[in-house]
């Protein structure tokens, strides 16, 4: 019986689901004290309207637009850096993250293992998505910290933490765009007697290729917008002058950060779809 005979059937399931999520949206907002009429009252709007006239005009004095442009140049390269080293670290995860690579599937079915050797490549597999899933769920902004610790304030903590979340990230998304493959044609190889390395090289990767790229170009967008925030622990980039400026009362130069942040994500929205584009 599919879906469509079972609501035409029981149209009261819908309702309930329906009052259910409306109570759990309800309760969520009275948690957080959310108030639509902070927004739009009129306490709201004259909020808004003082802000919106403290940030404009921006200020264009040569050293707010040496700050900005410094700024946006080392939020580029935070975003470049830690998208490049966390696909690579993605990478390293992905096959012993994806259960048809490491557990079961083409490539480790072709010779009998003993179950030693099954449950030892169990744990390997259960312990590598654990480390995945650990970078990604620890916010950036903790790494980053963290790394200020370590190796001081400075861009390089930025790039690190950067790294190790968008490495959790990309092995959790590319073992799973190894697992949902299609088989037919890694049993077609491993028929021909081909090795591990070659359905891995020429039956996986060409398949995965579109999935990786996609995957790939999307986070470096986020990426841009969470390097823009991580001077706010002293990790460099436009964060930082962000944070000098509301620390100081600084409202115009502000409004030039602000906007120079605006220009530089709106600017690597183009270009990764442009890269999209032509590499797909």
């Not at 370590?150 to 690190?160: Q, R, Y």
Request: overall charge positive.
């Amino acid at each position: 019986m599919n879906a469509a005979v079972l609501r035409a059937r029981h149209p009261w399931r819908g309702l309930i689901f329906l009052g259910g999520l409306l109570a759990v949206v309800w309760l969520a907002a009275w948690w957080v004290e959310f108030d639509i009429r902070a927004l739009f009252g009129r306490d709201g709007v004259e909020a808004f309207r003082k802000v919106g006239e403290r940030l404009w005009p921006p200020k264009l004095s040569s050293e707010v637009l040496h700050n900005a442009l410094t700024g946006m140049v080392q939020t580029l390269a935070l975003s470049i850096v830690g998208t490049l080293f966390g696909v690579l670290l993605g990478l390293l995860l992905a096959p012993f993250a994806a259960r048809t690579v490491f557990v079961e599937g083409p490539l480790v079915d072709r010779r009998p293992r003993g179950r030693g050797a099954r449950l030892g490549h169990k744990a390997v597999h259960v312990g590598v998505r654990l480390c995945a899933n650990a970078l990604r769920t620890i916010p950036y902004l903790i790494l980053a910290m963290l790394f200020v610790f370590m190796v001081g304030l400075g861009p390089f903590a930025g790039a690190l933490a950067l790294a190790l979340h968008t490495g959790g990230v990309f092995g959790r998304l590319y073992a799973q765009a190894i697992d949902e493959l299609d088989p037919r044609p890694l049993l077609a190889l491993q028929a021909t007697g081909a090795s591990r390395f070659q359905i891995w090289f020429y039956g996986m990767l060409p398949a995965l290729r579109p999935a990786l790229l996609s995957y790939t170009f999307y986070r470096w967008e986020v990426n841009i917008r969470e390097a823009a925030v991580l001077g706010f622990v002293g990790a460099g980039g436009l964060g930082y002058h962000i944070q000098f400026a509301l620390g100081t009362f600084h409202w115009s130069a502000l409004g030039t950060y602000l906007l120079a942040t605006l220009v530089l994500v709106l600017a690597v929205d183009a270009l990764s779809a442009r890269l999209r584009k032509a590499l797909l």
